[in-house]
């Protein structure tokens, strides 16, 4: 990046202010609101559902806890939380964009679960949720879109109680070189042109596949929760680091 100002923002390969960045990702998600799903299905060619299983496996989801799953989008790691405690739990989904929030609640309906979750319109920076009031926060390819991830990390912390954990699933970086090839070949030359074929938008998905190239690597995500005042950081890699799951805790 440029970097001679400090304060500027990756939104893609592009450097942006701060503001510009936040609004361009609210653009972003209310240009793929309504074909998000059928999108992650293509673009992963289903893989994402594995991913998010797996990350709710790590969870061990228990119905006497609050969980607070930010960037929430169209309820995909919610609604797996609701079916692993049965309804019993209380979830909140907070997301910056109200259309991506309309279809998740679509979503619930379609399934007799709209009053199962709490949906909440706010960002991941500055949370409208109470300090100590939840016991698991969860985070699934979004921490990559949030304009100043340390104040997002921070603002996990505060709403956390001591003893709560932090769960982050986001695309990362794979560590082997032959995959990295491949993978970059794929997300660069494909995945924009399926944004274009099926969503009728290759700038949004060309964003996406950018965005994931400038996320912090794992190890670097790691020491930023430390930086934050979490504890007990560690990191699991999926499908050799293309996916990533950071679990921390709050002591
Ligand atoms: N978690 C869902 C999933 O895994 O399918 C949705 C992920 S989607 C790729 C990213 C979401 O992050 C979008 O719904 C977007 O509106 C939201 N988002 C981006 N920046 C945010 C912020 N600063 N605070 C809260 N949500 C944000």
Redesign the pocket.
């Known amino acids: 990046m440029s970097q001679q100002n400090p304060e500027s923002r990756w939104f893609g390969e592009k450097s942006v202010t701060p503001e510009q960045k936040?609004g361009m990702?609210?653009n972003v998600?209310d240009s793929v609101a309504d074909s998000?799903d059928i999108m992650?299905d293509l673009m992963s060619m289903g893989v994402?559902r594995l991913w998010?299983d797996q990350f709710v496996r790590q969870i061990r989801p228990r119905p006497e806890y609050s969980y607070l799953?930010?960037?929430?989008?169209?309820g995909?790691?919610a609604f797996r939380i609701r079916k692993a405690t049965g309804g019993a739990a209380k979830i909140t989904v907070?997301?910056?964009?109200g259309e991506?929030l309309r279809v998740g609640r679509d979503r619930a309906t379609d399934r007799g679960w709209l009053n199962d979750f709490d949906w909440v319109v706010?960002?991941?920076?500055n949370l409208p949720i109470e300090d100590e009031s939840v016991d698991v926060y969860t985070?699934?390819?979004?921490l990559r879109?949030?304009?100043h991830i340390d104040k997002?990390l921070a603002d996990a912390h505060r709403v956390l109680k001591p003893g709560g954990r932090f769960f982050c699933?986001e695309f990362s970086h794979v560590d082997e070189p032959l995959l990295a090839k491949i993978y970059d070949a794929y997300s660069y030359r494909v995945i924009p042109k399926i944004g274009q074929m099926v969503a009728k938008d290759r700038d949004s998905y060309q964003y996406?596949v950018e965005s994931i190239r400038k996320f912090p690597k794992q190890k670097a995500l790691q020491g930023r929760l430390y930086d934050a005042g979490f504890g007990k950081a560690m990191v699991k890699n999926l499908s050799f680091g293309v996916a990533a799951i950071h679990e921390a805790w709050k002591f």
């Open positions: 936040t990702v609210i998600f998000y992650n994402h998010k799953d930010v960037a929430g989008g169209t995909d790691i907070c997301d910056l964009n991506m706010g960002n991941a920076e985070i699934a390819f979004g879109n949030v304009t997002a699933l996406l």
